[in-house]
């Protein structure tokens, strides 16, 4: 990890699930508070532990100061659901004639249970955040769910910017026959034109973010075991596809180099070979190393101690 990654302005930490993501994002997000910068830490993982790790009640509808320069906050999925669905109705209701109205309503309540309609909520968040309610902060550290969910929101603005252009497109068209039609030349008012397009250049400005890598990082966490090692490689290609590069790993629990009973002799070999696997397929990412903790990081002195490991780590460069 290069010492970079502190001038970032949007921070992403991923991966597997249990394998510290919370633990670093949260650590990474102290070490940039003590340096002086403003920091957000957002949580958008449905099952939120921001609070725990901080011993702060977090949650509702605000941000909460959890350490000087540091605020958190975790995005409540079921709240943004509606929310986000509330604005859409909004949206709606100045498009849709009367008579279509009420089941227009009833179709988008439905919509609140289908796949994918938090994710697109929680994302609408995300990119408020990003593009509209980060004046106050230097930096936006973001804590996310688990790989697939995570994998699913970053690639979104993608997805949608297709369908929303086949979508614009065709109103184009339509607005087009009409004003043929009328003979006029003139292109009829279309309010859920306007609707569209706003929506397609917040996803435009979105995606130029998560593209600029000056602006914006990925960092994957994972353990030096078989399966996080797996599902960091997919998950790497599959974002790359997309054209989202992760260039840090953040390589967590490792154990002290000098026990001495056999059977942790045994583990620190087997680590041993899974960190020269890492080092040869992420071979052009930067790595921190964090240690293994005699316990959980649950307590304000653990997580200093996390975020000193990784300011060592981010001072090497
Ligand atoms: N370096 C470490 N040393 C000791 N314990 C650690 C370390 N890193 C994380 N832990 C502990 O491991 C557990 C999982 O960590 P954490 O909650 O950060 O993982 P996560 O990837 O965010 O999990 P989830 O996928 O559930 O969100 C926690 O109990 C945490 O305190
Ligand atoms: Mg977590």
Excluded at 31 to 41: E, I, M, P, T
Excluded at 77 to 105: F, Q, W
Excluded at 131 to 141: A, G, H, I, T
Aim: with cysteine.
């Amino acid at each position: 990890m290069d010492h970079a990654l502190l001038e970032r302005k949007v921070v992403f930490f991923a991966g597997k699930g249990g394998v510290g993501k919370s633990t670093s994002a949260s650590a990474f997000a102290l070490c940039a508070a003590r340096q002086g910068k403003r920091v957000l830490l957002v949580s958008t993982d449905p099952a939120h532990n921001l609070g725990d790790i901080f011993h702060a009640p977090i949650g509702g509808e605000g941000i909460t100061r959890v350490a000087a320069n540091l605020d958190a906050l975790e995005v409540d999925a079921h709240r943004e659901t509606h929310r986000y669905l509330d604005g859409v109705k909004e949206n709606i209701r100045r498009t849709v004639s009367s008579t279509m109205m009420e089941e227009a309503m009833r179709q988008i309540d439905l919509a609140a249970h289908s796949p994918g309609a938090t994710e697109a909520a929680l994302f609408d968040r995300m990119v408020s955040l990003i593009l509209e309610e980060s004046q106050d902060y230097d930096l936006l550290v973001f804590d996310t769910a688990p790989t697939g969910h995570t994998v699913r929101l970053l690639t979104l603005p993608e997805l949608m910017g297709t369908w929303v252009d086949g979508l614009l497109k065709r109103r184009r068209k339509r607005n087009k026959d009409y004003s043929h039609w009328l003979g006029d030349g003139e292109v009829p008012d279309d309010p859920l034109y306007d609707v569209l397009s706003r929506r397609r250049q917040r996803a435009a400005a979105m995606r130029d973010i998560l593209l600029d890598d000056s602006a914006t990082a990925f960092v994957f966490v994972l353990v030096p075991e078989y399966l996080p090692i797996t599902e960091t490689r997919n998950a790497i290609r599959e974002l790359a596809a997309w054209d989202i590069h992760v260039r840090h790993l953040v390589v967590n629990k490792l154990l002290p180099a000098d026990v001495t009973d056999a059977f942790f002799r045994e583990r620190l070999a087997r680590e041993e070979r899974w960190l020269d696997r890492i080092d040869e397929y992420f071979h052009d990412l930067h790595q921190v190393r964090l240690p293994l903790l005699p316990g959980d990081v649950d307590s304000r002195e653990a997580l200093d101690q996390v975020a000193a490991a990784i300011e060592a780590e981010l001072s090497k460069r």
